[in-house]
């Protein structure tokens, strides 16, 4: 019992550095995705093309070589003083800004033209149409996607471990190492799938919510 309690306590630790940059990552890469979509949709050849580019180079390199870049590359290139907490928020909210970049993209580019029309007819400026006649019908059909990517993030995070973060994964790691027993591993599994049940009702309630609406 002593050495379960002494495992869980050490996970509940990981736990705490799990949801911290969970949630930083989704502070900052929602709206910042959001600017990229609408950058990615410019009618300017100049501010569409690079970021398109860099969604392409993003989307298409793994999260972990992101991690090892940022966490470590300053350091091989001489600027030393990167806090490694800090390079992991980085990589994690530019990677997933650029993919819901993607998903605010597809969302808005979804919406029928007729529907700004229908705006301009009202007397509506463009971004009073996309605020009160648009948004809800976006926010409907991006709900699906957005919620795989949570569940995605979740899982995520335990690659926070490849420059020396102490989440879940790495706590179980540890205590593997040090009690030399195998189950931390798989008791750390638990903690995912209580923050993934967790996050899948959260997005069914918010679809039922969103059901008054069939566009």
Known sequence: MQLFMKVTNSLLEGLGVTFKIFCLTLLMALPLGLLISLGAMSKYKIIRYPIRTLIWVIRGTPLMLQLIIFGLGPGLLGIMGM?????????????????FAEIFRGGIESIPRGQYEAGAVLGFTKTQTFFRIVLMQVVKR????????????????SLANTIMIYEITWNAKRMMNSEHILWPLFYSGLFYLLLCGIITV??????????????
Do not use: Q, R, W
């Open 142 to 157: 991006i709900i699906p996607p957005m919620g795989n990517e949570f569940l995605t993030l979740v899982k995520d995070t």
């Open 83 to 99: 806090n490694m907490f800090v390079a992991v928020i980085i990589a994690f909210v530019l990677n997933y800004a650029c993919y």
């Open 202 to 215: 959260i997005f069914s309630y918010i679809e039922k919510k969103l059901d008054y609406y069939h566009g």
